[in-house]
């Protein structure tokens, strides 16, 4: 009988016997390379008593890494031919962590609700194409959950950890301020992927911490940031002034905010959006 941790025969033999090609589409990379399994679970500083949420399984790399040290893993996957193969792979290669694996079958995003145990910490490795909504989207419904990881394209990874006045600093790197801190902790090379990736991947990890104190709902501040980037060039009483009904509406409330009308989106922190978000009409 086998054990541990996946290696590339393995990876090769599992994806024939489902017959599965990897797709573009849906970003399937699996990792190989045990090492490089190992070191994404220790930088996710998951614990024995923590309870992990992964989206994206595929065909359990990361998962065996998982059920090494975590309490319990709840994996959600939308390719049902690897959602029902993931809990045999386990009973192969881990058969004595058999019980400490939840698979659901389900797109992330659909997801609102989870079984018990509720997660304590999500680690994953995110399709580059839904990468950013499936993260706040967990961030959003799932408030237990405290700290994480996840694996992300390298441009991807560098936009959620953005300061403001950065080059990429974006939406995504508001909204993921909004939630957390977040600090890019590594890259990993397309060589211990399969199929070969043609970008680099980096290794993001996430910190929960309580939003900025604002009277504000988080709708209303990320409304207010969408429009701030929707035209990253435009000055902010412009960006605003579909928000608050004129430009001459949307000066005044941020002079009023104490920020300079004239300023763009990308120089503002998460705080000044909230203060923002507080003027809006209605």
Do not use: C
Not at 60 to 65: E, I, K, N, P, Y
Not at 172 to 182: G, N
């Amino acid at each position: 009988m086998a054990d541990g941790l996946l290696d590339p025969r393995t990876i090769r033999r599992l994806a024939a016997e489902l017959d599965l090609r990897p797709t573009k589409q849906r970003g399937q990379n699996f990792v190989h390379d045990a090492n490089t399994v190992r070191r994404i679970v220790a930088a996710s500083g998951v614990t024995g008593d923590d309870i992990v949420l992964e989206i994206g399984p595929g065909l359990g790399s990361l998962t065996l890494g998982l059920l090494e040290v975590a309490h319990h893993v709840t994996a959600i996957e939308i390719e049902p031919a690897l959602a029902r193969r993931l809990p045999g792979t386990v009973a192969e290669r881990m058969p004595a962590a058999s019980g400490r694996l939840t698979v659901i079958e389900a797109d992330a995003l659909d997801v609102d609700a989870l079984p018990d145990p509720q997660p304590t910490a999500v680690v994953a490795n995110l399709p580059y194409n839904v990468s950013v909504p499936v993260l706040l989207h967990l961030l959003e419904r799932f408030d237990r959950w405290n700290h994480g990881l996840v694996m992300v394209q390298l441009e991807v990874a560098d936009r959620l950890v953005a300061p403001p006045g950065s080059k990429v600093y974006g939406v995504p790197s508001v909204k993921m301020a909004w939630y957390a801190d977040a600090v890019r902790v590594g890259t990993v090379p397309p060589t211990v992927f399969w199929p070969v990736p043609n970008v680099e991947s980096g290794l993001v990890r996430i910190t929960r911490r309580e939003p900025p104190g604002t009277s504000a709902s988080r709708e209303r501040v990320f409304a207010v940031v969408d429009a701030a980037f929707a035209q990253r060039r435009k000055m902010l009483r412009s960006a605003l002034a579909g928000l608050f009904g004129s430009s001459a509406a949307a000066s005044e409330a941020l002079v009023a905010a104490g920020i300079d009308p004239q300023a763009r989106g990308e120089t503002l922190g998460v705080a000044e959006f909230a203060r923002i978000a507080e003027r809006l009409p209605g």
